[in-house]
């Protein structure tokens, strides 16, 4: 049974967690970190979820949703008492009502390992840079005939830590800023002297990358509405309007960032990457069309515009003669958000953001009683399956 201190955060990271661990990492005792490294089918918590165990805190964070929760405290006090870290696998439970499992039918990996000064020497550097908010990844030795539980601290130019040998270190180096260049946590695999293309061992990766970005633009009460689900959702939430008196902290108390610019102007002054989101909110055409030509041909992840579709047919046009191509117009969701009948701005930033999340998984948002397969869709196969119900 977990102790009543448990608190559950719904599928928490780790690093939603380091500020309180690193204050148990301070006081000098041992405790025991699960995180899920690896998922298969419908798995419940992605990689890089997180559950955090102490003989004197109690337990924080979640790594099922509750499937395996009591599981992973049993293992996490054995990895305090013992210092030796578990790999375990749990699947689908079987007749047994009572069985350990996950109901859904998914299967996840958890590594169980133990923190302290001598089994994680760059825990408190690792937590200091995320404080300062500096990008930075973790490599942590799952599987192999080398140093299982070992840490590598890796940097966008540097790494410290070893798992024992230099081609490895350098391998697991490059892939881990590969990785943490574009804000991913998963299992890699190398051969015992970082070979590519083998699975002897697997090396679990997890970035702490500054988290992506949503542009709101229009200082309107529907974008109060989207900021705040931008920030349930994760994201760094920046509203860009160019009237002052609209784009304020007392309409706005929930954005990261406010700015008043034109929004053309700070796009191109504050570029879009991969992972950045626009929601164009002003259906105004003096601030509209400029900024959706520029935004556009970009590399962000998601470009919807507000207004009516006969607003929309009239944008299309102006954004044709400013020499947006047809396949670039195609990237634009406008009007913006799924069909869900909502009308307020509460509603409507709803359907915005169900969009949003749609397209960032590539899914069809159709309703799931009308699909077929897995409803949580598997991360990619970047490898070997990792060996499963061993102790390591």
């Known amino acids: 049974m977990l102790p009543r201190r448990h608190r559950h955060r719904d599928g928490v990271a780790v690093h939603e967690l380091l500020p309180e661990l690193s204050q148990w990492f301070i006081s000098g005792e041992r405790f025991a970190l699960v995180t899920v490294v690896n998922t298969f089918s419908s798995a419940p918590r992605p990689p890089g979820a997180a559950m955090a165990v102490s003989a004197t805190h109690g337990v924080i964070g979640s790594v099922s949703g509750g499937c395996v929760e009591s599981a992973a405290y049993d293992l996490a006090q054995e990895t305090i008492a013992s210092g030796v870290p578990v790999l375990r696998r749990f699947g689908v439970s079987d007749d047994d009502a009572f069985a350990v499992g996950l109901t859904c039918g998914g299967i996840i990996d958890l590594f169980v390992e133990p923190v302290d000064a001598s089994s994680f020497p760059q825990f408190q550097a690792l937590a200091d840079a995320t404080t300062r908010r500096d990008p930075v990844a973790v490599a942590t030795y799952l599987e192999g005939p080398g140093p299982v539980g070992a840490h590598r601290l890796i940097t966008a130019k540097d790494a410290v830590g070893t798992f024992g040998d230099d081609e490895l270190d350098a391998s697991v180096t490059e892939a881990g800023q590969g990785l943490l260049e574009i804000g991913e946590t998963r299992t890699v695999y190398f051969g015992p002297r970082g070979e590519r293309m083998r699975g002897d061992v697997a090396v679990f990766v997890r970035s702490f990358a500054q988290p992506p970005r949503m542009?709101?633009?229009?200082?309107?009460?529907?974008?109060?509405?989207?900021?705040?689900?931008?920030?349930?959702?994760?994201?760094?939430?920046?509203?860009?309007?160019?009237?002052?008196?609209?784009?304020?902290?007392?309409?706005?108390?929930?954005?990261?960032?406010?700015?008043?610019?034109?929004?053309?102007?700070?796009?191109?002054?504050?570029?879009?990457?991969?992972?950045?989101?626009?929601?164009?909110?002003?259906?105004?055409?003096?601030?509209?069309?400029?900024?959706?030509?520029?935004?556009?041909?970009?590399?962000?992840?998601?470009?919807?515009?507000?207004?009516?579709?006969?607003?929309?047919?009239?944008?299309?046009?102006?954004?044709?003669?400013?020499?947006?191509?047809?396949?670039?117009?195609?990237?634009?969701?406008?009007?913006?958000?799924?069909?869900?009948?909502?009308?307020?701005?509460?509603?409507?930033?709803?359907?915005?953001?169900?969009?949003?999340?749609?397209?960032?998984?590539?899914?069809?948002?159709?309703?799931?009683?009308?699909?077929?397969?897995?409803?949580?869709?598997?991360?990619?196969?970047?490898?070997?399956?990792?060996?499963?119900?061993?102790?390591?």
């Not at 041909?297 to 046009?317: F, I, K």
């Not at 406008?334 to 397209?359: H, Y």
Request: hydrophobic share 40%.
């Open 215 to 392: 542009v709101v633009f229009g200082a309107i009460d529907f974008a109060a509405a989207v900021v705040r689900i931008g920030k349930y959702l994760g994201y760094y939430v920046t509203l860009c309007d160019a009237r002052p008196v609209f784009a304020t902290r007392a309409r706005f108390p929930d954005a990261d960032e406010i700015v008043v610019d034109w929004p053309h102007t700070y796009l191109e002054a504050n570029p879009p990457d991969e992972r950045t989101v626009l929601c164009v909110l002003t259906h105004d055409p003096k601030f509209d069309a400029p900024l959706l030509a520029q935004a556009l041909p970009g590399p962000a992840a998601y470009v919807g515009a507000m207004g009516s579709r006969r607003t929309h047919q009239l944008r299309l046009a102006d954004l044709r003669e400013r020499g947006v191509t047809e396949e670039q117009l195609a990237r634009l969701h406008s009007p913006v958000g799924l069909d869900l009948g909502g009308r307020t701005p509460e509603e409507t930033a709803i359907s915005i953001a169900a969009q949003i999340i749609a397209c960032r998984n590539g899914a069809s948002a159709r309703p799931l009683s009308a699909t077929h397969g897995s409803i949580h869709r598997p991360a990619p196969d970047h490898g070997v399956p990792l060996t499963s119900g061993r102790r390591l």
